[in-house]
């Protein structure tokens, strides 16, 4: 099975110049977050959080402890604050108020508060720490690419010289994020260059091309893997980075065809 006080009206709003940036600072207790990040709370009634957590770049977070006032405010969240063991979470996390600000938005009264979430104790992840993550594990277990080519030996000038792809254009692996496990899968796109003459860019594992001219011609297949991660809880999610790719070359021995006369 694939398994965060009272808000202040007043709370400042930082700028989201740059989109792709995410942001998460802490202060005190609590924590302000722009941008997206991962929540490890699988629990079925957080799945919209997770999801919209996972996927806006342009929204805003405020994480506070709930039950902030035993005294004063003995019932919190549904939660009963006299008794810590009613909000407990697993793994040493802490339970959190979560309030929200979409995008573009901007007045304090804007904010929704979405219910908790539990935070595991080194705090909100960021998706692009989670993407470093996959991404590191994806270098060390991504098929490595190999092609034949066709005819093995010698083609001949001016008949097709097909280029056949061997390994798997797809693969699925798992990694462990904050004590989840996320499927990530990711899916191959091809280049095909023909000593620098001719180049195309698929998806088919298989590409034909006629030399023109006799010689040893390389023969280059850029393998793009683009990746997408997802949970139960977080849904389906992209993977952005340029790092995962993978070439190899090969020569293509192509002789010139040989004719003879016949007289009739």
Not at 5 to 31: C, H, K, M, R, W
Request: a positive charge; glycine letters at 6%; one cysteine or more.
């Amino acid at each position: 099975m694939l398994k965060p006080l009272l808000f202040i009206l007043a709370l400042s709003i930082i700028p989201l110049s740059n989109p792709e940036v995410e942001v998460i600072t802490q202060d005190g207790d609590s924590y302000l977050v722009t941008g997206r990040f991962f929540i490890s709370d699988q629990s079925s009634e957080n799945s919209s959080t997770a999801k919209k957590a996972a996927s806006c770049v342009g929204c805003q977070w405020h994480l506070q402890p709930i039950c902030p006032d035993p005294i004063n405010q003995p019932t919190h969240l549904g939660f009963d604050c006299t008794d810590s063991g009613s909000y407990l979470c697993s793994d040493n996390g802490k339970r959190f108020q979560v309030w929200f600000l979409d995008e573009g938005l901007w007045k304090p009264g804007d904010w929704q508060l979405r219910g908790s979430i539990c935070i595991g104790p080194s705090g909100p992840k960021a998706i692009r720490e989670l993407q470093t993550e996959v991404v590191q594990t994806a270098v060390g277990q991504l098929p490595e690419i190999r092609f034949d080519l066709q005819p093995k030996t010698n083609s001949l000038v001016n008949l097709p010289t097909k280029v056949k792809v061997k390994s798997p254009n797809q693969y699925q692996f798992e990694v462990i994020v904050a004590g989840v496990t996320v499927l990530v899968t990711a899916t191959s796109t091809y280049r095909y260059e023909y000593a620098n003459l001719f180049s195309i860019t698929t998806t088919s594992r298989d590409s034909v091309y006629s030399f023109r001219s006799k010689g040893n011609h390389p023969v280059k297949v850029t393998a793009y893997w683009q990746a997408i991660w997802s949970t139960t809880a977080h849904g389906t999610n992209p993977v952005s980075s340029p790092d995962l790719t993978q070439t190899l070359s090969k020569t293509a021995t192509v002789l010139a065809a040989r004719g003879r006369l016949i007289r009739r």
